[in-house]
């Protein structure tokens, strides 16, 4: 059988989602390179895609570590439904972290300010926002194979990043920890907001390793 494609941004991400019947890409937070990894997938070689990974929340009512699991992406004047069958499964495994199943966003750049994360929640009722699901969602589509995304919220709708974060990684999805200091060094300002994302970033991802084994082999995909 062919395995699950999991699409992920971060390098932590891909190393969570690999396993029995799955494989793993991640492109560093940059939609284009995702695009060519996915492009010289001929045939993709997988029987279904899922987005798995962290998320900026868009919904004031989600906080840090709240697991979506997407009905539809949303990308611009585009829409990609997710494979109701595959997303109920899911809400199904993930049941006990108390999964929302709702629309995401998806977006080329990141979303940074609180006044932009409620515009966008306002023109797409996303609950949350990322950088590769609209791109995993049009890979799918494209060779009709099934799409979910699984979604963990970070840096919640009222929290703020700091830009630097946002651009410190490297292509293969590993944190440029040079990078982060020199932005420090430049502003040492920026130290607080780099700590409130820290402490977000580290109970999302505490509840994206209690997902892994909920969903167990193939990511859940029935």
């Known amino acids: 059988m062919l395995p699950v494609l999991a699409v992920t941004g971060l390098a932590k991400e891909a190393r969570l989602a690999a396993g029995p019947g799955v494989i793993a890409i991640g492109a560093g937070g940059d939609p284009r390179r995702l695009r060519a990894l996915l492009e010289v997938r001929v045939?993709?070689?997988?029987?279904?895609?899922?987005?798995?990974?962290?998320?900026?929340?868009?919904?004031?009512?989600?906080?840090?570590?709240?697991?979506?699991?997407?009905?539809?992406?949303?990308?611009?004047?585009?829409?990609?439904?997710?494979?109701?069958?595959?997303?109920?499964?899911?809400?199904a495994r993930l049941a006990a972290l108390g999964s929302v199943l709702a629309a995401v966003a998806g977006v080329e750049t990141a979303i940074l300010a609180p006044a932009d994360k409620a515009s966008l929640h306002a023109r797409t009722g996303a609950v949350a926002v990322d950088m590769e699901s609209h791109v995993a969602a049009a890979f799918a589509a494209r060779h009709g194979l099934p799409f979910a995304a699984i979604r963990v919220i970070c840096d919640p709708a009222k929290r703020a990043i700091p830009a630097f974060a946002a651009q410190a990684l490297k292509p293969n999805g590993e944190p440029d920890i040079v990078a982060v200091l020199m932005a420090i060094l430049r502003d040492p300002r920026q130290i607080g907001p780099l700590m409130h994302l820290a402490r977000d970033s580290g109970r999302a991802f505490a509840v994206l390793k209690r997902c892994r084994p909920l969903l167990g082999a193939n990511l859940g995909v029935p």
């Open 43 to 91: 045939p993709p070689e997988c029987r279904a895609v899922v987005s798995i990974g962290i998320a900026g929340g868009l919904a004031p009512d989600l906080a840090a570590g709240d697991v979506v699991v997407a009905t539809e992406i949303v990308a611009g004047d585009r829409s990609y439904p997710a494979d109701r069958a595959v997303a109920d499964a899911l809400m």
